[in-house]
């Protein structure tokens, strides 16, 4: 095995003690003082989390002993219900999350909604041709606004039948006529940071910009979500123009970061529970590069083109991981990405999205093969998954070592720490 390392886990400096998304103060921010609770607490909408059951553990990590003498994550971050909702807050809504692809508002009236952890959003391309992101929330009575996607020319209300713009703007208000005090220009939707890179649509659900929202720069964007990895993703043609095919969803019984440490281990159980793929990879060639946010995988092919010609994974594969639950993977004429979103504590979803040269777009032969030969190796890794939740479960298991192939395993867990510690 060939590992390089292009950086070492960052030096993140130590937080001040506060809780995410500004729900916390000294004074509490529901009217009732801390000190009534006995021990101090993080007060979030529908969920309390005491700070000193949190923090013990968050603690039971440690990211400054190196991987050689490491030990993995306690089971509880896979399994304990408090902490899931602490890190929903701490690591999902901070930073950009990939939530799907340009091609879904490519036109003006493009749409399309989703969620993540509690947040709905809704992301649509106005008449002008401007990408605007919304959480998806009726301002009347909370009614979801919008599902699935595709074209619309306004957002109504199924609920009460309140119209709002493409732009966020409440334009309609039914039955509100002898209403005090009431402003249409002060409830429309609420906006959420949007960004396109490449083939991919960005949200950050803190800090939402103006009501007209913001599109950020592609240079910006690659910079924040990216880091210094974006050059060597456009070289491995992370970017590069492809015509989208499909989208495939799995529904998994395992934590979410189950998935990510399966796709982390460096290619550890590839020839063990991936037979069919392994013989067109050369695990001897395999390499890891760590960036800031970002560890990339490669190996070369293992194989030579079939007597039919068909060739999926090319002569290289190239296997990225953005934190904290994104993943693209390049190889031959194909891409696919995996969206991980947690479902709970002990349930996630993973969105596959596929992409492929334009030269072989018209080839159903070629992509009815490749997808049914990925779809093989994506069932055998809901299999391994939900076997390794069904352990963490097992009063058998607390912690495990790493192996030194697992290095974007251990960034992972790492950058995770960074974000939950207090």
Request: net charge neutral.
């Amino acid at each position: 095995m060939v590992t390089t390392l292009r950086a070492s886990v960052p030096e993140f400096p130590s937080p001040s003690l506060k809780t995410t998304r500004g729900y916390f103060n000294s004074h509490g921010d529901f009217g009732v003082s801390v000190s009534q609770f006995g021990r101090r607490r993080f007060l979030i909408p529908s969920r309390v989390f005491a700070v000193s059951d949190i923090n013990k553990l968050v603690t039971e990590f440690d990211p400054k002993i190196p991987l050689e003498r490491a030990s993995t994550p306690p089971s509880s971050w896979y399994t304990d219900p408090q902490f899931y909702s602490f890190e929903l807050d701490r690591v999902f809504y901070g930073g950009w999350q990939a939530v799907g692809y340009s091609d879904q508002i490519k036109e003006s009236r493009d749409f399309f909604t989703g969620r993540l952890g509690d947040v709905e959003y809704v992301v649509c391309r106005d008449d002008n041709g401007k990408i605007h992101a919304f959480h998806n929330v009726c301002s009347h009575h909370a009614s979801i606004l919008a599902s699935g996607n595709g074209k619309k020319s306004c957002f109504v209300c199924p609920y009460h039948g309140w119209t709002y713009s493409l732009s966020g703007s409440l334009v309609k208000a039914t039955r509100m006529t002898g209403i005090e005090n009431f402003a249409l220009n002060e409830m429309g939707l609420k906006p959420l940071k949007v960004a396109v890179w490449g083939h991919f649509v960005l949200l950050k659900v803190t800090q939402a910009t103006s009501r007209d929202g913001e599109v950020e720069t592609d240079g910006l964007v690659a910079s924040e979500w990216l880091g210094t990895s974006v050059g060597r993703l456009s070289q491995g043609g992370v970017d590069s123009p492809l015509s989208y095919i499909c989208r495939r969803e799995y529904t998994i019984d395992c934590n979410w970061k189950v998935f990510c440490d399966n796709y982390l281990d460096g290619g550890y159980h590839v020839p063990y529970a991936h037979k069919g793929l392994m013989s067109g990879l050369d695990l001897e060639t395999y390499s890891t590069t760590i960036f800031e946010k970002v560890s990339i995988q490669e190996c070369g092919g293992g194989s030579k083109v079939g007597e039919d010609g068909f060739d999926r994974l090319g002569s290289q594969a190239l296997y990225a991981f953005v934190y904290p639950n994104f993943m693209i993977n390049r190889y031959g004429p194909w891409m696919d990405t995996n969206l991980v979103r947690p479902l709970g504590p002990r349930k996630c979803k993973v969105v596959f999205d596929y992409f492929l040269d334009p030269s072989l777009k018209d080839d159903e032969a070629f992509i009815k093969r490749s997808l049914e030969e990925s779809d093989r190796v994506q069932m055998e890794d809901v299999v391994l998954c939900e076997s390794v939740q069904r352990g963490l479960e097992s009063q058998a298991y607390d912690k495990g070592r790493y192996a030194l192939v697992e290095k974007p395993m251990h960034h992972f867990h790492c950058l995770l720490h960074h974000n939950l510690k207090l």
